[in-house]
Structures are given as C-alpha cells and as structure tokens.
C-alpha cells in the first residue's frame, strides 16, 4: 500500500509539473480576465498537491479551458482523490496490521522451543508475555520481535534459539543432504568466569589448597640473576624478583610438580622453629604468581562441579555445608529435563540462581542477587545430536577452489602481516639478525619499548612502534607513508590488489572479478606474504538454477578453531565422538600445531582438545601429559636473516611451532602475551563483518548516502551490497507523527536511494573506542522488513538515541527463501568448514 501511495506521489508530482506549464499558458489566452484569479489560484494548489475550493474549479472554469487541458485537470484531482483514500486507507490498514502481527508473534512466542530460548535469553520478557497474552505493551512487542527475528533470521551458535549439527564430506551425492533428526538436545554451562570466582575464592583458605599440587609458573625463567614470568590476568604484568637461594630451594624441590604440603614440610625440615615462615613464604610465592596451583578444576573439564566437590570432600570435611551447596547445584545443572518443559526449566533457573547466591554468600563474593545473577551464571547451547549433514565435495568443489583463491588472496590483506613484518625489523635491531631469543624477552622488551617517550625513541624504532601496539588499529596512512621499505610495499600491493577487485566487471549493484585474476596477482606477491595453511570458512549457500554459489561470512584461522567447541557441545548431547583431533607429524620440516591451554574465564573457550600439542600457559590447569605441553618460557623466536621473517621454536626440541587459539574468544580480548603470540605467528580473522576489507570506514564527514556495491569472486559474494547514511539523513520518526506517515516518508527515502524493503541494519555509533565499537550490540544486524510493523518498531527503537551511521545490507540470502537442503523445511544456515592448503575440506 505504501508504495501504491509512492507512485501516486509520483504520478501527482510528474501531473502537477505538466499542468503548472498548461495552466500558464491557459491564463495568458483567457478571453474573459474576470477568470484569471480563479486560474490562477487552482494553478496553486494543484502545486501544492492540494484539492482546489470550490471557487478555483468548477463547470465555468472547465469550459473556459482547451478541452485537453480541462481533462488532464480531471484526472489529476481525480488521482489526488485516490491518493488521499489510499492514505487514510493505509493508516486504518497500519492499525489493523498492529493487532493482526501482535496476534502472528504471540503465536510464535506460544511454540515451547522459543520459551524455553526466551526463558534463557530474557526471562523477564517471557514473564512479561506471560502476563499479558494479548495486551502487550510497545516495548515487549519490540522485544519479542527482536528475538522472534533473532531465530529466524540469525545464524549464532551460541544461542538456543539456533541449533547446531555436525556434517561430514562425501565423494559424490546431492550437494547437501540431511538426516531430518531435528531433535534439539540443550546443553547447560556455568559460565567459566563465576566458577573461576567461586575457585578463586577457595584457593584462599588453607583447608582447600592443602591437598592442592603446585608447580612453577610456566612462564618463569632465570634472567640475569632474576626470576621473570608473568603476572595474572587481566593485566598480565611482568613481574621481576631476585633469585634468591630460597626460592630456588623452592624450585627444585617443586620440580614439574608437588604437593604444596610436601613443599612446606621439606622445607621446614630444616628449620623446624620457622614453620610458620615457611608457610607464609610459600604462601608469598603463590600470591606474586612464581608459583601457582593446579587447581581442583582443569580448565576443560566436562565436569567441573563433579571435581571441585571430589576435592572439597577429601581436603575440606569442614566446608560440608558449601560441599551440600555445591552437590545440590550440580543436581540442578545436570537434571534432565525435556526442552519444551517451560516450568521445569524455570524453576531449575530460579534454584541454580538462588544456589549461586547462598554460595557466594558463604564464600564472601560480592555477587548480584539472584534475578541478576541468574542472567549471567549460567548458559544454553542447543544442538543437533542425532542430525547429520552431508555435502558431496564433486557439487562443492567449484566453490572450494574459489575459496582456496579467496584464502591466498586474503593472506596479503591479513590485519597481523605489518605487525609481524614490524616485528621482524624490531627482533634484528633489539636483539641482532639470526638472534634467537625467548619469546617471552621479546614481549618484555616491546613492553619497554612501547613505554617509552616518544623524544628517547631512536631512529630505527620510531616507525615500528604503531604496529607493535595491538590494541589499536594502525591507519592504513601510517603504512603507506612507513619509511621501513616493507611496509610501505605492503601498502602499495594491497592499494593495487583492492583495486583490481574494486575495478571488477559492473553489473547493476554487482561488481565481479574473475578468481583467476586474484590467483594472478597473489602469485607475484614478495615471499613474506605466506597464505594461511588453514582456514575456517563460515559461508551461506545458495541452490539456484543448478548453480551452487556462496555467501562468504567470515573467513578465520583455521585447524580445528571451533570445531572443538561443537564438539564438545554435541558429545555432552549424547551425539557420538566427533573426529576433530590432528596427528602430530613426525617430518622435521612440519610445525608442530599447539593450542592454547586454559580457557582464560570464558565459557566459548570451552572445546574438546583439537591439536595434537598445547602451549601450557600460565595459571590454567590442563589434564594432557606433559610430552603434549609445550611451556611458554620453552618457545624461541628465530630471526631469519635471509628474508628477515621471524619463527617460532620450542627450545628443547628444536622443532617449529604453529601456534593456535582454537577457543572461541575474540583475539582481541585474550591476555597481552597470548595476543602477541597470535599476532606475530598465529592466524586470526581475514575475514570478518565488523572488521570489513573492502568497505571504507565510516566518517564522521561523510554527507548524504553511501552505496557500496556487492563484490563478487566466481562462485563467491564476498561482500554484500550496502547502502550507509548519517543518522540525521535517516528518517527518524518525528514528534506527533504517526507509524503511517513515517512509514510512508521511510518506505519513499528508502526507495530513492535504491535500498531495498528487506535488509539488514547495523549501526555504527561515532567515536569511542576501536575494541567496544566491534563488540557492541548496535553493530549486530537486525533484520527489517517494511512490511512488518513490528520490525518498524524495533527500527524506530534502535534509531531513537543513534549516533553515527545507519548501513543497510541487502539480505542476501533471503531468509524467506533458505532452502539449504534440497525438499527440506526452510531454513537460514551457515555452514562451517575448514580448508586446508592442498585444497582439501
């Protein structure tokens, strides 16, 4: 109706223009002058777009005018009419929509499935709903609609609103094929950081920790006459103490490991009169972190209240009444119940809420009461365990060969290459070309070097220092005006490989470029530039017209990043043991592939082990023996002087390390030394939505509305088309004015500029920090569609209190139309798989 409305304006305005010119002429060749005044005050209003009174039309002033003029006036009103009825019809029709999808989304809020989401993800707007049935108030209509929108539209996997499965490759088949076993198993977490609180605050009394084993801290070394290692988390710093002959007493009697009781009794043994100190001094060493514990709870354990009560039970009889706590909150965690029993997943939500709190209580933790921490201690995942997808690699490997293009390509625009370009430079100036030292005084050294004022800076060091600061983007001017030759080469190839891409054939709103072209150019690119061995493709397919192509989501490092997450999670379901671990190659010439230990607080990094090695890393406690940890203070970094690239070596063995953080954290967000060891010899995202390569970044200068077209690469759509405004060009909605008049006033501003009806909409707020603006909530895309008024709604709400940008992305593939699966229910998808260098899924 709406656009009905649009292209009646259209047809007025164009009418209007055309009769403005008629009229005119009409008055100058009017016999009878006393007629002029009327001609000319109906002239007005048919610009005005408004009905003329009586006394500017009517029978005289018709038959005064040429007959085709008289008739074209007819039809202009008479579309002026239609135009009016057909407004005050849409705004009766607004109405009547309002109660009508009200009716469509409580219908979908009744479906047990999306309660039992809704009573993870907002459990004061189930109750709200409940409350209200029919009656709902504008902001729980705009809140349902959001998670309503959220499960049908959204691919997370972190959620209960999407579901996970496991696929496997076949030789040959349909392009993809299911087991149609839709049955939804969920799985229930508590969230690592309030157990790490809850460990934390154990491991401060005696009776807990006397049992407990201790170790040294894997990052700790003898430098100079001084012990080194890293503080603890979240900052993480160098910490720096004499080595003394006490502490080194203390660090052979540890050895790998003991028990903390064993440590305190052999050194008391020589000085029995000095128990007391000697407890308080091991007590010191565990408190500046030389020493740490290896805690009750390994970091992945699949049963971690099972082992913190095991423990408590042996070490701690006293703390019966907390162990009944803890008993009883397992019990809760682990009950079994059917998904669609609404009340008996809320009342175990409320008793794991209410059970947190009395432990937290009885262990002096500052926490929230227990509406507040039931919202965060505790998370859902549902999956799939008894679904399968197959792909039949012969239907996918078009797709797969411009991918494994799109993955040598990208190699070139990694966001980390100046930093480990920058790096080789700062390893041969700090420490000397073919150097080779630890890991760890490296990172110490750029600490150093990254504190300095800028005035004591030598020459040499100056133009590294941007790219060593991970945690800010360095501008791309910075690299184009680098005087490290290198750097300033890197600008120039990617400015030119953007180009070519950019420069692609046009085609309406679509730019494609040829794969060939792309594995043209990366085959001329310096040596430097080495594509990832693995990677992760996140992609949406499409089937159309016998042609399988796919959108292109985000593209990470690869080796197992993810699937041991899923793994993890659909084993814990009852789904079979997924085949997700890698063989250590025995070929010198291979790295050895090591994944971060530990979970560093964060329940996404919980996952099923993946490579066949891990890098012990401090103050996490892992299960896997010690031939498959490599400890941090053991890696090296080789200075080639050849190319100038840097590897990293495990000391003792003498073998390279690939190094891979396979949890599901943010790099960003992970601790300093972690990051820098990702950064210089890791791989991260190459591709990412919020971290967009072909996308200039917004600006706060920017006038008017931006179109940015679809790119593709073969088979590939590697961005989607995107229409981006200010937020003071959008049309917000005005005081007073009603959802009709604002529907009408977007739908035609939307329609100018070519935006389509159905898109997705991210908002990008101006300034702050680079970190919390990729991270916040306004930059996940909401899907809107002008035909729903709820959508508007939650247009309206987003839009409200906006600062910044508005981007529309086209919504590509249409949700209304994802059929994945051949004959299948309809579905939105992503689909996740790793593609390693030899071009094997």
């Not at 006036?73 to 109405?95: K, P, S």
């Amino acid at each position: 109706m709406a656009q009905d409305i649009l292209a009646l304006d259209d047809e007025l305005t164009k009418g209007a223009e055309e009769l403005s010119d008629l009229l005119y002429a009409a008055i100058g060749g009017l016999g009878d002058l006393s007629l002029k005044p009327r001609l000319v005050a109906l002239r007005r209003s048919i610009h005005g777009k408004r009905l003329p009174a009586r006394t500017e039309w009517d029978e005289e002033l018709a038959r005064a005018l040429p007959t085709p003029t008289s008739e074209r006036v007819g039809r202009w009103l008479e579309t002026l009419r239609r135009q009016r009825e057909a407004r005050r019809a849409l705004a009766a029709t607004v109405d009547q929509d309002r109660a009508d999808e009200t009716a469509r989304l409580l219908k979908s809020a009744a479906d047990p499935m999306f309660r039992h989401a809704l009573s993870q993800a907002s459990p004061s707007l189930l109750d709200e709903l409940l409350r209200r049935q029919a009656r709902l108030k504008p902001r729980t209509v705009v809140g349902l609609t959001k998670f309503v929108s959220r499960a049908v539209t959204k691919t997370s996997p972190y959620s209960t609103f999407t579901a996970t499965a496991a696929g496997t490759w076949s030789d040959d088949g349909p392009v993809l094929s299911s087991s149609n076993d839709d049955t939804i198993a969920c799985v229930l977490e508590l969230d690592r950081m309030v157990l790490d609180q809850l460990i934390g605050a154990l491991l401060t009394r005696e009776e807990v920790t006397r049992g407990l084993q201790v170790r040294p801290n894997p990052s700790l070394r003898e430098v100079n006459g001084r012990y080194t290692f890293l503080g603890r988390r979240p900052a993480e710093p160098l910490v720096s103490v004499s080595a003394t002959p006490q502490i080194a007493a203390c660090l052979r009697i540890v050895g790998d490991q003991c028990s903390l009781a064993h440590l305190r009794d052999t050194l008391a043994a020589a000085a029995p009169e000095r128990r007391d100190a000697v407890a308080q001094f091991c007590a010191r060493l565990v408190t500046i972190g030389a020493l740490e514990y290896v805690g009750p709870v390994p970091d992945q354990s699949e049963h971690p209240l099972d082992d913190l009560i095991g423990h408590l039970v042996t070490a701690a009889p006293g703390l019966s009444d907390l162990t009944a706590d803890l008993t009883a909150l397992r019990d809760e965690l682990t009950r079994e119940l059917r998904p669609t029993e609404i009340d008996g997943y809320r009342t175990r939500q409320t008793a794991i809420a209410h059970l947190l709190t009395a432990v937290g209580r009885r262990l002096g933790l500052n926490w929230p009461p227990p509406d507040v921490l039931g919202k965060v201690a505790f998370h859902e995942n549902a999956v799939l365990p008894r679904s399968s997808l197959t792909a039949s690699t012969a239907e996918w490997r078009p797709v797969l060969d411009d991918l494994d293009v799109l993955r040598r390509w990208l190699s070139l625009h990694d966001r980390m290459l100046p930093v480990r370009l920058a790096l080789g430079r700062y390893v041969k100036h700090r420490f000397g070309a073919g150097a080779a030292p630890a890991f760890l005084d490296v990172h110490s050294a750029i600490q150093v070097d990254l504190a300095r004022e800028d005035a004591a800076c030598p020459d040499w060091l100056r133009p590294l220092r941007p790219f060593l600061q991970l945690s800010t983007p360095v501008p791309a001017e910075v690299l184009e005006h680098s005087p490290v030759p290198e750097l300033a080469l890197l600008h120039r190839l990617r400015r030119k490989s953007l180009q070519t891409v950019l420069s692609g054939v046009r085609d309406g709103t679509v730019l494609r470029t040829d794969p060939a072209v792309l594995a043209d150019l990366a085959a001329g690119w310096p040596d430097w530039v080495r594509a990832p061995g693995s990677v992760a493709c996140y992609v949406q397919p499409e089937l159309g017209g016998g042609r399988l192509t796919a959108v292109v989501n985000t593209i990470s490092g690869g080796y197992g990043k993810g699937a041991g997450r899923w793994s993890r999670l659909l084993r814990q379901a009852g789904a079979q043991r997924l085949p997700t671990g890698r063989p250590a190659s025995d070929a010198e010439h291979v790295p050895v592939l090591a994944e971060l230990s530990g979970t560093f607080g964060v329940s996404v990094n919980l996952r099923a082990p993946t490579a066949p090695y891990e890098i012990d890393y401090p103050y996490t406690t892992s299960t896997r023996p010690a031939a498959e940890r490599v400890p941090l203070r053991d890696l090296v970094v080789r200075h080639e002087p050849g190319s100038g690239t840097l590897e990293l070596v495990a000391r003792t063995t003498d073998r390279r390390v690939q190094p891979a953080h396979l949890g599901m954290l943010a790099d960003p967000l992970l601790p300093p030394a972690a990051r820098l060891l990702l950064a210089a010899f890791g791989q991260s995202y190459l591709l990412h939505p919020s971290l967009s390569l072909l996308k200039p970044a917004p600006s706060d200068g920017t006038q008017g509305v931006a179109f940015l077209p679809r790119v593709e690469v073969g088979r590939l759509v590697v961005q989607r088309a995107e229409w981006r405004a200010p937020i003071d060009h959008v049309p917000v909605q005005r005081a007073g004015e009603t959802d009709a008049e604002h529907l009408l006033r977007l739908a035609g501003w939307l329609r100018a500029h070519g935006i389509p009806r159905r898109s997705f909409v991210r908002l990008h707020t101006a300034g702050g920090d680079w970190v919390d603006n990729v991270f916040a909530k306004s930059r996940k895309p909401m899907f809107l569609d002008l035909s729903s008024h709820s959508m508007l709604a939650v247009f309206r709400h987003m839009t409200k209190s906006c600062t910044g940008h508005v981007a529309f992305e086209e919504a590509l593939p249409d949700p209304s139309h994802a059929r994945p699966v051949a004959g299948s229910e309809p579905r939105v998808a992503e689909f996740v798989f790793e593609l390693t260098a030899d071009g094997a899924p």
